[in-house]
């Protein structure tokens, strides 16, 4: 069972930045970053394939987040600027065990507990 954990949530003003990290505890290959807004659904931002080679992005984020990893330290990020309050949410890093790039939530095979970002006006 492989384990994710979050770091780099916080507060921070409209108009700001802030970089997430996940950490993975073994292999994993498509990693992505789902949200989820007080009251609403689980949604997806961003997700990476296992080389890189292919990003996805939601249409809210696109231009604004940018996902990367680094397979050597089984991590990856998101690098979120131009925030506004509508990107507050609980940020989950989670994971496939398979090599096919699907980034749906249900597709996701590893989760980690999430970690808060929360965007003031």
């Known amino acids: 069972q492989v384990q994710l954990v979050e770091s780099g949530g916080g507060l921070v003003q409209a108009g700001g930045s802030l970089r997430l990290s996940c950490a993975a505890s073994?292999?994993?290959?498509?990693m992505g970053w789902f949200r989820q807004a007080p009251g609403k659904e689980r949604e997806f931002a961003a997700a990476i394939s296992w080389s890189g080679a292919t990003t996805d992005y939601a249409d809210s984020v696109k231009g604004r987040f940018t996902i990367s990893r680094d397979n050597a330290k089984s991590t990856v990020y998101l690098q979120m600027n131009s925030l506004t309050p509508e990107d507050t949410a609980v940020y989950y890093c989670?994971?496939?065990?398979?090599?096919?790039?699907?980034?749906?939530?249900?597709?996701?095979?590893?989760w980690g507990k999430g970690t808060l970002v929360t965007v003031s006006s």
């Open positions: 989670a994971a496939r065990k398979s090599v096919v790039h699907v980034t749906t939530v249900d597709s996701m095979d590893y």
């Open positions: 073994g292999r994993t290959f498509t």
